[in-house]
């Protein structure tokens, strides 16, 4: 194992060996921390009441709800033997996956989810029911879930859930934007009294990987009735060796010859291929309540985060065979008076993250009052290491801030409910609320020379570089990323006003009827939307029900969609070939993109349905559900317009006529096309408790999407008569096929006394890394990954855990398209990663 890992991991072993009766007494003297199940209400029966998706006084619980919502609880989460919530959530939830490499850009740092196959901007992440803000860094360049600004869920410590709630069902007409496929509610742990402590260490097999991490909470009371529980979790992950294959030379070659100096280079330069992040995180958290009458109490909480990311990007070289730049021609860029053996550039990414509510809870003349208000914000510096602007010549330096991104939100909610009687089976539940949302996205210019251009020509000179590249002038800007230029900052902000209405009613003792509309304003061009919902369940007989339910939803287009622009280098297919260009995302509200036809992005608009059967007797649970999910006018990111084979000097004159006179390309968001996703979620659960070998606790889950494109905007008048593809075959099958359709998840969970074991193994389906030309595509098998954890309880308050993520040590097939750094062997959109098996121990204390 590492020795940073080991280190650590033995530190907190030794912290806590050295004091076992301080251990064993801290357990006789104070209750151990509440489980999962404390922070879960339950019926008469015992059942898990849930709060997502349904308002008012009515409980229900996973079996009666009239829509699939799984509850997973902070066992389950620790139990996966991974840190950060999207792997978890990755690892236990069938419809939700997350490639290993999506794309360019800061994408490979704060990777995308997609849910039921659509991009995580379509899923509404709730922390304590109220709404949290997204990140402020748009995925750009990534070619799964590209342009998407989804919350960063990683930036929540695991250590303060309580438990999590998902809702597999649209609820937009509950929640408001973004609630298509979808709503996540991660809510905080509400235990008074007790505390934990965790040290976690581990690295993949053979690769490296590192990774340590410490996580507490510690909760206690607060007035009379109430508490404060606090968190925190700090966590270190290295990058993993690359997973490429050795170059064939690094040196420009020497008369014809192999360079001397190759014989003790580095051959395996993609050092970005696989894991490419290394990782500091320190995530903190606190929850309080404190009830101040009766019927009253004041509640709070709020999440702070910092991370520190050193992602190692593209490998850049100069060779005479033709190996140069970022497997392209660019290797007039890798100027050899500052780097002679070529370099690995470092993306870096200093993040601020927070949110904070504030709010109380009441009782007034026959109604349940909830007042709240919330703010949050993702503070984003970007900057690059290890690399050069190549046109300010050798004396360009190697660091260099890049900008700086944020994104603002604020929301105030005022939600009523009462029980009304209507003389049916149970009280008429009715809801209703206002809200109110302030938003801000702000793009900030770096320095100016992570972006000017400083007029440098290469000297034609006698060296092999001299003599390949003299008289060029490299591309202004650095060789791996560009920094943001005054001309493409930008800031803009917005205002909503919701209103809904929600009821609950049990019609008959086995009919229940939920309906929920909701009407919103945006203050710009999302304008006005309503959006409703119908659900229903009948119990047939006892323990078997159907369920199902129609929405219909919308997804406001983000302010970073609007308003995001950057310049910068970047490679383009044609064909086969990769060309180094220089390209500028437009805002779609600037005069160049007007001119190419953009339009004000409008929301998206979602049409839902879902039908299913739930079965449930003594120890099993089945649960089987269908949905269909029509997308329209979803948002989407052009393709490179002006290159050679897509408009060419045409695009580039109506560039140059808007202001626009140094690229080689553009490109914008746009209402492009819409979409219908079909799919099958199956969930069954059985507990088996035997007197002599222990208790068993087997799951099966089935998850099962397909999307398809139903029509794709014609060409914008302004592009009418040029021969241009707006969203070409790439983008259309990187919608379809880039993430697999099926996925299989199998667990069992053993316990004994002391001992316990869990073990899960999951099938991912094929899937496809596509082309502009079929001949090209590379399509990947499926593969069935296993986990495993055992675990000893040492004492009331101590236990132990080691377990290994994909035991087997599986990778992907090995047929990608190589690039010239020698990435890409194992492809790129891996679920399961590209690095291999990881080993881990943890080490847990309960106090």
Known sequence: MNKFVLSSFLAGVSFLAISPA????????????????????????????????????????????????????????????????????????????????????????????????????????????????????????????????????????????????????????????????????????????????????????????????????????????????????????????????????????????????????????????????????????????????????????????????????GAYFASATGYGGLANTSGASVLPQLYPAGFQAYRRIWEWDWQAALGLRSEFAGWSLDLSTSFGRDNVKLGADNTLNPSLGPNSKSSFFMGRQKQDLWVNNLDLSRDVDLGLAKPVSLSLGVEHRWERFQNIAGEPDSYRDGGYVIPADGTPFGQLYGGRSPSPGLVSFTGTSPADASRISRNNVAAYVDLLADLTPGWFLGLAGRFEHYSDSAGNTFSAKASTRVELARGLALRGGVNT???????????????????????????????????????????????????????????????????????????????????????????????????????????????????????????????????????????????????????????????????????????????????????????????????????????????????YGTYTESSNLAASDRRFGAKWVADAEIGYQLTEALDIAVGANNLFDVYPDRHGAIAADGSGLYGNFAPFGLSGGFYYARLGLKF
Do not use: C
């Open 22 to 313: 301080w251990a064993e007494d801290a357990a006789d003297a104070a209750p151990v921390a509440e489980t999962a199940s404390d922070n879960v209400a339950a019926d008469a029966e015992g059942a898990a009441i849930v709060v997502t998706g349904a308002r008012g006084r009515i409980q229900r619980s996973v079996a009666d709800s009239p829509v699939p919502i799984d509850v997973i609880s902070p066992q389950e989460l620790k139990n996966t033997g991974r840190t950060g919530l999207k792997e978890i959530l990755g690892n236990i939830i069938p419809s939700l996956s997350m490639p290993a490499l999506g794309g360019g850009g800061t994408s490979a740092s704060v990777r995308p989810i997609s849910i039921r196959g659509l991009s995580g901007d379509y899923v509404l992440v709730l922390v304590n029911g109220k709404r949290r803000h997204t990140t402020s860094l748009i995925n750009n360049l990534s070619r799964i879930s590209g342009g998407s600004t989804p919350v960063d869920i990683d930036l929540i410590p695991t250590s303060a859930v309580g438990r999590i709630e998902v809702l597999r069902d649209g609820a937009a007409a509950q929640y408001g934007s973004d609630a298509i496929s979808g709503v996540i509610n991660i809510i905080l742990d509400n235990a008074p009294r007790g505390g934990e402590f965790s040290v976690t260490g581990g690295q993949l097999y053979d690769k490296g990987g590192a990774l340590a991490q410490i996580a507490g909470s510690y909760g206690t009371p607060l007035g009379d009735g109430g508490f404060a529980r606090f968190s925190i979790e700090a966590k270190y992950h290295d990058r993993a060796d690359s997973s490429a294959q050795p170059v064939p030379y690094v040196y420009p070659l020497v008369n014809g010859q192999p360079d001397p100096r190759e014989a003790d280079a580095n051959h395996l330069i993609a050092g970005g291929y696989g894991r490419s992040n290394r990782d500091k995180i320190v995530n903190t958290s606190y929850n309080a309540e404190l009830p101040v009458g009766d019927d009253t109490t004041l509640y709070s909480f709020s999440t702070l985060s910092y991370r520190d990311i050193n992602d190692a990007r």
């Open 553 to 763: 939803g919308f997804r406001a287009p983000s302010l970073a969609q609007t308003a995001f622009s950057t310049t910068q280098n970047t490679v383009t297919l044609i064909g086969d070939e990769r060309v180094s260009t220089v390209s500028k995302f437009l805002p779609v509200n600037s005069e160049a993109a007007i001119a190419l036809g953009a339009k004000p992005l409008k929301p998206e608009k979602s049409l839902n349905f879902t039908a299913g059967v739930t079965y449930e007797t003594g120890p099993f649970r089945l649960t089987i559900d269908a949905y269909q999910i029509r997308i329209d006018d979803r948002i989407v990111k052009t393709e490179f317009l002006g290159t050679a084979s897509n408009g060419g000097a045409a695009i580039k004159n109506i560039l140059v006529a808007n202001g626009i006179d140094d690229v080689d390309s553009a490109q914008f968001f746009t209402n492009a096309i819409d979409t219908r996703t079909r799919g099958v979620d199956v969930v069954g659960e059985y507990t088996l408790d035997t007197a002599s070998l222990g208790t068993f606790r087997l799951n099966a889950a089935y998850s099962y999407n397909r999307t398809k494109i139903l029509h794709v905007i014609d060409n914008p008048d302004a592009l009418s008569n040029l021969n241009v593809t707006l969203f070409g075959r790439q983008a259309q099958r990187d919608l379809v096929a880039a993430l697999p359709r099926s996925k299989v998840v199998l667990s069992s969970n053993w316990s004994l006394d002391k001992l316990r074991a869990l073990v899960r193994v999951t099938r």
